[in-house]
């Protein structure tokens, strides 16, 4: 049995996680500031609840950047596979958050409507409005590039949260105009209440993502295939068959295990080689990936599951593992 070597391709360094993560909650900061003093001046339930939503991006915020910086912990005897489901963990509390938003919105519109209240300085409230929908688009824009980067899915549901922020408070933007034009100051808690539903929406994305990896759920179907190609590529070195492959994912880390099996007649030394070079030509075919690999004997193969051992006109064949 092999273990895993560090991978070779570079991992993106913390700090460009950590600092994107930073940007988030500067933003977030501000937008409360100013969307708290917008509600207040503007009596507008929509924007003080805008205002209650990006309190939870700056939860959600904080959330992220605790955790991007925790899953770069190197593994250590109590989590000896490493701190990455924190980013996992994170994205899942990002979600909750998401949706318990969504829940103080709604309480306090439908007191609005039952209630009444009155909307003022609408002027004021739709200037604050559209400076946050352009800087929560930009920040999210830059949150989502880093995430892509990094592979990591607690910036990736920062920046989800952060898209949603800023399609809510374009619609609060429409519904503050929509009132300033017709006086039907009612229309305030309505799209406050279609505002709770889209957050909703986001919300329950983000935690099923989130929860099918805390469970382990098997990688996307083209990697497995792309691990499997490059196994099947091995039959000119001695490989006869492979079985019991599984895959999986933390934080921006994928691990997989699979059993091999070896041709009679060769060593423990050369298959013990032939599996790290077939560690590595699985590591760049899928980045930031732990490799463990199981050696077995020839009469150990499963019927359906060989590797040919020559390639026709240097083409992998379709042979599949189990």
Same mark, same amino acid.
């Given at each position: 049995?092999?273990?895993?070597? &560090? ?42 609840t805008?205002?209650?939503? #990006?309190?939870? =991006?700056?939860?959600?915020s ?17 989590? &000896? ?5 924190? %980013? =996992? ?17 709604v309480?306090? #519109? ?6 009444? +209240? ?14 946050? *929908? ?5 920040v ?15 910036? /990736? ?27 039907? %100051? ?20 983000i ?5 099918? *990896?805390?469970i =382990?759920?098997?990688?996307?179907? /083209? ?5 499997? /190609?490059?196994?099947? +590529?091995?039959? &000119? ?13 933390? +934080? ?16 423990? /030394? ?32 499963? &019927? ?19």
């Amino acid at each position: 049995m092999t273990g895993a070597a &560090p991978p070779r391709a570079v991992a993106p360094a913390p700090g460009s996680r950590s600092g994107a993560a930073a940007l988030s909650i500067v933003s977030n900061s501000t937008l409360i500031l100013l969307k708290v003093v917008a509600g207040t001046v503007t009596g507008s339930v929509a924007l003080l609840t805008e205002a209650m939503h #990006s309190s939870f =991006d700056l939860i959600a915020s904080v959330v992220a950047f605790v955790s991007v910086r925790k899953a770069v912990v190197p593994a250590d005897s109590d989590h &000896p596979y490493g701190h990455e489901k924190f %980013e =996992d963990m994170a994205a899942a509390i990002e979600g909750m958050l998401i949706l318990v938003g969504s829940g103080v919105i709604v309480f306090e #519109s439908v007191r609005r409507l039952i209630v009444g +209240g009155e909307v003022h300085a609408l002027g004021f409230g739709i200037a604050v409005l559209a400076i946050s *929908v352009v800087v929560n688009l930009l920040v999210s824009a830059r949150l989502r590039t880093r995430a892509r980067e990094t592979g990591s899915p607690a910036l /990736e549901a920062d920046a989800a949260h952060l898209r949603t922020d800023a399609a809510t408070s374009a619609g609060v933007l429409v519904g503050l105009v929509l009132v300033q034009i017709t006086g039907e %100051e009612w229309l305030d808690p309505v799209v406050a209440l279609l505002v709770a539903a889209s957050i909703v929406v986001a919300g329950v994305r983000i935690l099923r993502r989130s929860s099918r *990896v805390l469970i =382990d759920e098997a990688l996307p179907a /083209e990697e497995l295939e792309a691990i499997e /190609e490059e196994v099947l +590529g091995f039959g &000119p070195r001695g490989v006869v068959g492979f079985h019991k492959l599984r895959a999986r994912r933390a +934080g921006a880390r994928r691990y997989v295990d699979v059993h091999v099996q070896f041709r009679s007649g060769t060593t423990l /030394e050369a298959a013990h080689a032939t599996s790290h070079v077939l560690q590595d030509a699985i590591r760049r075919r899928v980045a930031g990936t732990d490799v463990l690999i199981h050696l077995e004997p020839e009469d150990s193969v499963v &019927p359906g599951t060989e590797v040919p051992p020559t390639r026709d006109g240097g083409a992998d064949e379709p042979v599949t593992g189990g």
